[in-house]
């Protein structure tokens, strides 16, 4: 039986339902491929990201694994250098404690060198005092009374201090007081502590002690005031000779000398006739004044006097000066007695004594 050719336009309904059928299957074939392929090519691409994942997985597990023994031996380092820092730190406690310690000894230590430096200058100092007052002693002798005054000078060129017997004659006159005649009344009419102590009295009185220290030990002195009479300054002392070597008699001679007061006029005259008086006579005298005399034997009838007169009063009182004995005059300045250097200098040079005027600055 010959087919039948078929003609798309004799196409029946059951013919074209049977090749939309196909055409549908066809299709789903098609889709189903597609999407097979899809699905594989995403499984594909799936199965590369687990894979890739796992090797991350892997990798990250071997890191965390590496990370925890680094983690643990970090750990075991931090304790390690925990137990080192309190180590050390105990070591810097003891350390610190011991430089406390070492720093208290050590101003302990200063402390004692300090007093032993200090101790030190005091007996180096004590003994320059002591090796000074050696020397002192090895050139002056054993005194029994030192004195080394305020001034820059200690000693007297060409003063005779030698003898036996050794009369100290003092001026305690008003004129004693000061250098000029208007402070001398000023001061004269003021109480007797004032008095005692005016500088040119106390410049006296100085004088006179670097005088008596100075004496050899071996020699009899007296220290006798005079003003209108003449006195021992050692009041029991009168017409006597005291030991230059004994304490008792040096003391005293000294006390009286402080406690005198200058006033009343001048009489050399009384003063040099001591010498007379005294039991053996001198053989040293030693005068402290500051001019010539305001009167002689006798009170005078004249408030003033004049110069001539005070020569005349002057020649009258040397004559009282036994034969033989160096008179040795320390002349205190005083204004308007302009014949006193020239008289006592030529009593020095008569009785082969000596004359000085020493500087403002002595003893």
Not at 37 to 52: M, P
Not at 184 to 195: E, G, H
Not at 273 to 293: K, Q
């Amino acid at each position: 039986m010959k087919r039948r050719p078929i003609s798309p336009f004799s196409l029946s309904f059951l013919d074209i339902m049977f090749c939309g059928f196909g055409a549908v299957v066809l299709l789903v074939l098609i889709l189903n491929k597609n999407t097979v392929e899809t699905r594989n090519e995403v499984f594909a691409d799936l199965r590369s990201e687990v894979v890739r994942i796992e090797s991350e997985v892997i990798v990250g597990r071997e890191n965390m694994v590496e990370a925890r023994n680094s983690l643990e031996t970090t750990e075991k380092d931090i304790v390690l250098m925990q137990g080192e820092a309190e180590r050390v730190q105990k070591s810097t406690l003891e350390i610190e404690a011991g430089l406390t310690d070492l720093d208290r000894e050590t101003t302990a230590s200063i402390e004692h060198i300090n007093k032993l430096k200090s101790d030190l200058q005091g007996l180096d100092k004590k003994s320059r005092e002591l090796s000074a007052e050696q020397k002192a002693m090895a050139k002056q002798g054993n005194k029994v009374h030192r004195f080394s005054g305020d001034g820059n000078r200690q000693y007297l060129t060409g003063l005779k201090l030698s003898g036996k017997r050794i009369l100290i004659l003092v001026d305690a006159s008003a004129s004693m007081l000061d250098e000029t005649i208007v402070n001398i009344i000023r001061l004269r009419n003021m109480n007797d502590d004032r008095k005692r102590a005016a500088e040119k009295w106390r410049r006296a009185q100085g004088t006179t002690e670097w005088l008596i220290s100075n004496l050899p030990e071996s020699s009899k002195f007296q220290l006798y005031l005079f003003n209108t009479v003449s006195r021992a300054a050692h009041a029991t002392s009168q017409g006597k000779w005291l030991s230059a070597s004994r304490t008792e008699d040096v003391a005293g001679a000294v006390s009286g000398l402080r406690q005198a007061i200058p006033e009343g006029g001048t009489s050399l005259y009384h003063a040099l006739s001591t010498a007379a008086l005294l039991t053996p006579r001198p053989d040293n005298i030693l005068l402290v004044t500051d001019g010539l005399p305001t009167q002689g034997q006798k009170k005078p009838t004249r408030a003033k006097v004049s110069s001539e007169r005070r020569l005349i009063h002057f020649s009258n009182a040397i004559k009282k000066v036994p034969s033989g004995i160096p008179v040795n005059t320390i002349l205190l300045p005083m204004e308007g007695d302009a014949y006193a250097a020239a008289a006592f200098w030529k009593l020095a040079v008569d009785t082969n004594g000596s004359f000085l005027t020493p500087a403002r600055d002595w003893p």
